[in-house]
């Protein structure tokens, strides 16, 4: 068998699993207010057991609502009266063949007040999280014991509900790693001291749940094997910790790493490379004989099989890459490898607001939605112009539906904006998301003609019952005084047109991935290159800790980066820019200034088709929309529902 180690039986404790791959705990907000189990929830997990996935633990779970938790519609289980939700959950789960772990969670210091109903955050010592900004209250040491109980009757809740297991949440910064970590305890009473003393706190949890759910009922640790944080966790102390977890009873380690204040360690940026936390669980594995979890920017089956063959890992925790596809383990299981729809990395699942959502599957979150692709009963054609995401996405529905789709592109590649990204990392990401496009394309036998302008007369020509436009945008262009100066170039000019400027001094204005990647290019072909800031709709969308590290990316790079000024105006040699702050004056020398502030709609054709025909859709930026979440919305909802859409008939 091609992935013989991915699909090997695996065991934790007692418990045996059909195959290697988890999908570990993340956040997705679909709780009610109150922390309980919703029908989309159970919807949203049973999917991805319905997928294949082995294990699957779900988000963190809080064993004290009142004190204990982190987000909005988080997760509950401190109540007899949330058991049904979760035996609802079980046995949805359990249809599949999959097993199911519920994460147990205290915020401790990571939380807020407004979380709390105004009461002070806890934690055990008084040592204020910096990315917080609240200075907690230390438990007394009778509350430490009544938040151990709160932690075992979660767990036998927990078992009541017919759930197959448990993690307790010991990374990430929350309560219980705040225990172990020499920065974050600073008691001195028996939970704080000695290493021991600060191990007491989890191990009395683990004891006390064996005790009351029996020896067989499985508990394991997530863990910050480092937490990239001087004074706090890393590997040699983690190292130790892990032993000592797996005498105190413990069933298996799940190596992750960081806390809020070095965020993008615990979820990753594009600008990752894949499994580049893999070294955590491979130290950690040297050290135990209970199985060991690699987590962290894992996607690509083969690499998955290598980590499994090599030992470096008992199974691999696959995040964000289920909620991108839930189908990943069965299409890997049938050879259907080009069908998986790659997590990108984008961060908008953790970032938006709301119910949790994804760049490139619309579904997730919303499985209830849109339950069943249902096909029509005669074949019809749709015409989409432009090969964009959106456009794509479209296409790939409607095919899906039964309807003879044309697609018509201007240029010879098929992506449309997303071909724009240059950082070496992330463009590893982008093309396989492209590629499975491109893919999907051909699978579904879409027709695609390919640099091929398309006109109302070679539209008419197919008697389309609709018409979806997706023909993105083109670059926005500021009303700053000198923007039409002969010194003055918008982005493509750099990364579509491939001018080539040398040796020449250069001012890139705007914010985003395009502006970052433009900087970069102008950079490699041997310019000195500043960065003026100036916030777009599109950087709006780009998560802050992914902003920080694109920044220190250019800067390492020698980029000069420009951030809280205005630009006054452009002048024959530069920029003259004002300082938010103090209205000061600067000016900036430049031989040449590019604009990179993202797209405007560009959407020729919906007034004049409008003209000759009835049921016409703009997607995506061709109405006025910035971002690949946007377009892949557009795209898949227009075509979903494109039935209840149209008015009949297409051609008036």
Not at 33 to 54: F, H, L, S, V
Not at 118 to 144: F, M
Not at 227 to 235: A, T
Not at 587 to 612: S, T
């Amino acid at each position: 068998m091609k992935y013989a180690h991915v699909f090997t039986f695996g065991k934790i404790g007692s418990l045996m699993l059909k195959n290697r791959v988890v999908m570990p705990a993340m956040g997705t907000r679909l709780a009610t207010a109150d922390g309980e189990m919703t029908d989309q929830q159970i919807r949203y997990y049973e999917e991805r057991a319905k997928g294949g996935t082995g294990l699957i633990i779900t988000e963190f779970t809080t064993v004290d609502f009142e004190l204990g938790r982190a987000a909005i519609n988080q997760l509950r289980i401190d109540d007899d009266c949330l058991i049904p939700g979760f035996r609802r959950l079980a046995d949805a789960i359990h249809t599949y063949g999959a097993r199911v772990f519920v994460q147990l969670h205290h915020a401790g210091r990571e939380t807020t007040s407004y979380l709390t109903g105004g009461k002070q955050i806890v934690a055990p010592s008084p040592v204020t999280c910096e990315a917080i900004g609240e200075e907690p209250r230390e438990l007394t040491t009778a509350e430490v014991k009544e938040i151990i109980q709160q932690f075992v009757d979660g767990a036998a809740r927990c078992q009541a509900a017919g759930i197959d297991g448990v993690e307790l949440h010991g990374a990430h910064g929350y309560l219980i790693n705040q225990f172990l970590s020499p920065n974050t305890n600073l008691r001195t009473d028996e939970y704080g001291g000695s290493f021991e003393k600060r191990m007491r706190f989890i191990e009395e949890i683990i004891t006390g749940i064996k005790e009351r759910c029996g020896a067989d009922f499985p508990v394991t640790v997530r863990l910050s094997a480092s937490e990239f944080e001087e004074g706090g966790l890393d590997l040699p102390l983690s190292r130790e910790i892990a032993r000592y977890l797996e005498k105190a009873g413990a069933d298996g380690i799940h190596a992750s790493s960081g806390n809020y204040n070095t965020m993008e360690t615990v979820i990753e940026s594009p600008l990752y490379e894949e499994g580049w936390r893999v070294y955590l669980a491979e130290e950690i594995k040297k050290e135990v004989n209970i199985p060991v979890f690699a987590v962290g920017n894992i996607r690509d089956p083969q690499f998955v099989e290598s980590i499994l063959e090599e030992g470096r890992t008992d199974f691999v925790a696959i995040g964000r890459g289920h909620i991108a596809d839930p189908e990943w383990v069965r299409k890997v299981a049938e050879g259907r490898e080009k069908e998986i729809r790659m997590c990108i990395s984008c961060l908008h699942c953790v970032y938006t607001q709301g119910p949790i959502e994804c760049s490139v599957n619309v579904r997730a979150g919303r499985e209830l939605e849109f339950l069943k692709m249902a096909k029509i009963d005669e074949k019809r054609s749709v015409v989409i112009v432009g090969g964009g995401p959106g456009g794509m996405e479209a296409a790939r529905v409607l095919a899906l539906k039964g309807y003879k789709v044309t697609l018509f592109e201007k240029n010879s590649k098929l992506g449309g904006q997303l071909n724009l990204v240059t950082d070496p990392v992330y463009k590893k990401k982008m093309k396989k998301y492209v590629k499975y496009l491109n893919n999907e394309m051909a699978r579904l036998n879409i027709h695609i003609r390919r640099n091929t302008e398309a006109s109302v007369e070679l539209i008419k020509l197919l008697d389309p019952y609709a018409v979806l436009l997706a023909t993105g945008g083109i670059p926005y262009m500021p009303d700053i005084e000198g923007c039409d100066l002969h010194n003055v170039c918008n982005y493509r000019a750099i990364k579509v047109e491939d001018s080539v400027l040398q040796g020449k001094k250069v001012a890139v204005v705007g914010s985003g991935m395009v502006c970052h990647s433009t900087s970069r290019r102008l950079s490699e072909q041997g310019n000195e290159v500043i960065l003026i800031e100036v916030l777009t709709d599109s950087a709006k969308k780009i998560s802050p800790m992914t902003r920080k590290k694109l920044q220190e990316k250019l800067q390492n790079e020698g980029i000069q980066v420009v951030t809280d000024h205005e630009i006054v105006k452009i002048v024959p040699k530069g920029l003259i820019l004002k300082e938010k702050e103090t209205g000061k004056k600067v000016e900036i020398d430049a031989d040449q200034v590019v604009i990179a502030m993202g797209v405007q709609a560009y959407n020729p054709l919906e007034h004049p088709l409008r003209m000759e025909m009835e049921n016409v859709f703009v997607i995506g930026d061709a109405a006025g929309n910035t971002s690949l979440a946007d377009a892949t919305r557009e795209g898949f909802e227009t075509a979903y529902a494109l039935e209840s859409l149209v008015k009949e008939p297409a051609l008036k």
